[in-house]
């Protein structure tokens, strides 16, 4: 009920930051994909709410909109996790394993491709070719790229995480009786 | 254009190169130090920021006095991050590194900035003729290279347009704007320039057709939309050496009469976007473009569209539907986008590597471009080799040159003593070639004969542990996903031929599959409007004609000849060699497959095996007791007692 609520109050914000993004916008067709990038961009996801907004701001129909965003793989229509994943599987990495790669998470997170866990923490997507062919199996971690991935460093690289955040509560905790 | 038109090129410019030559001779002349660190995305991905940033503490912590210079990727992967430290006062010449750790670094700092010890064993070689340090030039990845289009990268730093005037940039523009405009195009036509985007259209026509064409709003566009999955040259010379192709762009636009350009770069190239964006910016200021190009009557802007990760945009009528703001469908041809393209009017729509091609032809003419490659395909070809290869990373080498040489000469070959499979070139509209076609000259032609394609130049090398059924299947996941779904065959005929392709792959395939591969193949070809239909059978096609004997193995031995498909392999743990003693399989599995006995034997639970062959690395070397086999019936099976 509670996370209910504050993803409401969330995309909220959102669409009254994308109603205010607009109007630098020109009204031609030319622009959904720049219109759609933005919101992915300031946003990390396509709130439904915003394609209507956009359609409405071009003139054109929403399942026009919709059709143009879910044709390109860029688009992505549910938040994604705080810390993002994103397996290459790039030719290279294919041949090197780079399903491998991608199965190991999964298993780790117990979620899927394109799934973000149910507390929001990660996500992984499946990318097809970073352009880091030499250094594949490649792994994208916020924005970070690992290059020669392996089994063992897909657990050290979620340990870490864990340990971070583990350590961040801690903190909290400790400064939370002082206030 | 008048005589007085020319004057003021000549001068406007001019007072840009003495500006630029000032800065670089002022750098020079510092005696100080030099470090100069690649930074595009592959250097960044092995650490390059973080070599970056020990170097800096170093030399702040130890009070040395040096300049760190970031530089764009010299094409060398496989020792990134690299680095050239040039130190005059110590007697050596330039120096180049490689694999430059945060460690690494400081050291480096340390002994030769500070004790002039170059420490030798870090050393990959000189940048110069000397007596004291072999020069790179003299191993073979460095001297069979011939550059062209990938000259200036890794020399000049991206993200200053001086560096690049001061090197010879722009020099071709002040030169040709005081041409007429079909003078540029006969040059073009003359030099035999093919498109470097993989289908190899002569560029001299396609410019003289949109130079004819009806339309006053002209348009240029950059393609940069690289989608096939192991290539990455478009990325390394946006990255490396943006206004290179700022610079073809222009003179293309200036020869066909166009005021308008846009670079249209895929949205997972972030820097390349952000480099570009700077670099426009950095030639508007400089008055290289915007209105009246260097004080002539020509008028030039060039905006960056992103593309949203669609592959089949990189087909050219697809693009223009992507900018229109539409889903990126083909459509049919004639008409050509150099009679009607964007928004109608006559497009121009060149390759990355094309349009960087361009300064340096017109530079040094017609006549010393033919004299580089072939006869049908002039110049250089650009090849991201990849996979099972020693020295992988970007290549330039001029056409003709055989796989052989590019494959085991310039690269260093296939590592681990692993044997030579396949090569797999242009992507998922190319093709696999197996060892009898490594003599091919590498060429539009004679890769076209040998059923692979130049496509984008995408190389993958692959080891004897590559199943080529797999490949194939991985080729058709990909195409089925991207077809657009306009032409039927294209849409269904690729995910009919995908199911089949994973029936076999699990050992499930059927008498007749491979002949109904070869039709269906044959009809998705014919059926289908644009290139991605029309080839993306050929992965299929090609790996059917070399390797047919890895596909029967498949269907009628339920066996991988390449112990690659899961389903039809298994692990096991050799118990003559398995030491007993040590766990290293065990902790190694990620989930928990490995077992021991009471009386110490270890055993793979098949069950729950996923096959990511972590425990064979895990397994000490003196050992090497993790064996994998196929089909997996073949391993023996041990009994895991629940008590006792």
Known sequence: ???????????????????????????????????????????????????????????????????VATFYNQFRFHPPGKNQIKVCLG????????????????????IRDGE???????????????????????????????????????????????????KAEREKQKSEPAQ | MSPLNNETVQKAFGVIRDEAKRRRDAFREEPVPKIQIGMATCGIASGALETKNAFE????????????????????????????????????????????????????????????????????????????????????????????????????????????????????????????????????????????????FPTGRKWDLARNADGQHKTVICNADEGDPGAYMDRTLLESNPHQVLEGMAICA?????????????????????????????????????????????????????????????????????????????????????????????????????????PPIIEHGATWFRAIGTEKSPGTAIFSVVGNIVHAGLVEIPMGVTLRTLIFDICGGVPNKKKFKAVQIGGPSGGCLPEDFLDTPIDFDSLIQAGAMMGSGGMVVMDEDTCMVDVSRYFLDFTQKESCGKCTFCRIGTHHLLNTLERITK??????????????????????????????????LTS???????????????????????????FYIDLDKCARGCDACVGSCPVEAIFTTKDRKKGVDQSLCVKCGECMVACPAEYDAVMKVSPPDLAPIIEQAVDD
């Not at chain 2, 029967?552 to 031995?557: C, G, I, L, N």
Request: include cysteine; glycine fraction near 10%; proline fraction near 5%.
């Open chain 1, 1 to 67: 009920m509670n996370q209910e609520n504050s993803l409401e109050a969330e995309e909220k914000v959102i669409l009254d930051d994308i109603a205010s993004r607009l109007k630098v916008f020109g009204r031609e067709r030319g622009e959904l994909i720049p219109i759609l990038q933005m919101i992915q961009e300031r946003h990390a996801y396509i709130v439904e709410d915003a394609i209507k907004m956009t359609a409405e701001h071009l003139g054109i129909a929403i399942c026009e909109t919709y059709g």
């Open chain 1, 91 to 110: 030719t290279a990495c294919h041949v090197r394993g780079g399903d491998i790669i991608l199965e190991n998470f999964e298993r780790k997170l117990e």
């Open chain 1, 116 to 166: 973000t866990t149910p507390d929001r923490e990660f996500s992984i997507e499946r990318v097809v070719c970073v352009g880091c062919c030499a250094l594949a199996p490649v792994a994208i971690v916020n924005e970070t790229v690992q290059g020669h991935m392996a089994p063992s460093k897909v657990e050290g690289l979620i340990l870490g995480f864990k340990i971070e955040k583990e």
């Open chain 2, 57 to 200: 503490e170093v030399l702040a912590e130890r009070k040395i006095e040096a300049h760190i210079r970031t530089v764009g990727c010299i094409g060398h992967c496989y020792a990134e991050p690299v680095v050239i430290m040039d130190h005059p006062e110590s007697g050596f010449p330039p120096i180049f590194y490689h694999n430059v750790t945060p460690g690494k670094a400081k050291m480096l700092a340390k002994s030769f900035l500070e004790e002039g010890d170059p420490l030798f064993e870090h050393v990959l070689g000189a940048m110069e003729e000397n007596d004291l340090v072999p020069q790179v030039l003299d191993f073979p990845r460095f001297n069979q290279e011939k550059r062209v289009v990938l000259e200036k990268c890794g020399r000049v730093d991206p993200e200053d347009i001086y560096e690049y005037i001061a090197d010879g940039g722009y020099e071709t523009l002040a030169k040709i704007l005081q041409l007429a405009p079909n003078e540029i195009i006969e040059e073009v036509q003359k030099s035999g320039l093919r498109g470097r985007g993989g289908a190899g």
């Open chain 2, 254 to 358: 200036y020869a066909v009469g166009a005021q308008k350009a846009i670079v249209y770069v895929r949205a997972e190239y972030p820097l390349a976007v952000k480099i570009v964006t700077k670099a426009i910016g950095q030639a508007r200021e400089l008055g290289l473009l915007g209105e009246g190009v260097l004080g002539s009557s020509f008028d030039l802007e060039i905006d960056v569209f992103q593309g949203s990760g669609a592959f089949v945009c990189g087909e050219e009528t697809a693009l223009i539907q992507s900018i229109e703001g539409n889903r990126g469908m083909p459509r049919h041809r004639p008409p050509y986008p150099v009679q009607q393209g964007l928004g109608g009017q006559p497009t121009v729509i060149n390759n990355v590597k094309t349009l960087a091609s361009i």
């Open chain 2, 507 to 540: 050992g499930e395939g059927r008498d007749g599959d491979l002949e109904q591969l070869e039709t269906l193949s044959e009809d998705i070809k014919d059926g289908s409007l644009c290139g991605l239909g029309k080839t993306a059978p050929n992965p299929v």
């Open chain 2, 544 to 570: 059917l004609r070399y390797f047919r004997d890895e596909y029967e193995a498949h269907v009628k031995e339920r066996r991988c000849p390449a112990r690659m498909c899961r389903t039809l392999t298994a």
